[in-house]
């Protein structure tokens, strides 16, 4: 056994153990945080569309249509048994504003360390109480995949192309980052809809998440350029005021959110 693989192994031993210490860690007991019930998914059920980013250990693509198996059981994320969960209904005034834009990513497992803040379509908004009703998330999100041929959809992995060591670390990178996306709840922080039937330590395992359409640094990117459109000449000449202010509202509003996740993240951290 080569060197690589020896590491592999014994980072594979510790992951019970780190995903317990996950379980255990501050933001779910302490703070009172449960990790909700999720629909599991088979990866031929998945018929994936585009690739939307790569990063260390994972792929990202959205999700163009699912074929669910009529005779497969919807098997649950485990949750925290010694808590009360707590399920997203429509008189539950903790259910979020799905009106806000900006959400945030966790990637790779670590709260806040790296932030998209997209603008989701209105007319991709979803109905969260259905999302996380278990009984019925498989069949409402087959059937709402696309939308005005935009899907809604996107599913995280692991990449092919890895080293055993980055395999295994990515498989408990994968499997954290789904614990505390199925305990943290705000409206700019982005939501786990589902995640792979079986284990969850496993090269094939993956997550479901909402499909983003836009990132912080694209944002960024337009107002330069619609800033640079409505300021005028050099003299002030030509200069679109209302336009400039209507910027600035959208600038601010995305600032506001983007805290708003961080504050809530600090808050529970």
Known sequence: MSGDDDLAKRLLQKADRILKEVDEAYIIKQRGHHQRAMPTFRPEELSLGKTLGTGGFGIVSEISKFSLDPDEPSEELPVDTEGEEHPITLENPQQ??????????????????????????????????????????????????????????????????????????????L?????????????????????AKGDMVDPDFFIIIDRLYMTLDVHIKEWAATFKSKKGSLFGIGKDKDGLKGLLIDRLTVAYDLAAAFFYLHENR
Not at 100 to 119: Q, R
Not at 130 to 159: P, Q, S, T, W
Not at 176 to 194: C, F, M, Q
């Open 175 to 195: 499997a954290i980052e789904a614990k505390y996306l199925s305990t943290v709840w705000h409206p700019n922080i982005i939501k786990l809809r589902g995640v």
């Open 96 to 173: 979020p504003n799905n009106n806000i834009h900006p959400t945030v990513s966790l990637d790779d497992a670590i709260p806040g360390t790296f932030v998209e803040v997209v603008d989701r379509p209105e007319e991709l908004t979803m109905n969260d109480h259905v999302h996380y009703d278990v009984k019925k998330a498989r069949e409402f999100m087959a059937n709402r995949c696309m939308r005005n041929g935009k899907a809604r959809y996107a599913i995280k992995r692991l990449h092919k192309a890895l080293t055993p060591v980055e395999k295994a670390r990515g498989m408990i990178d």
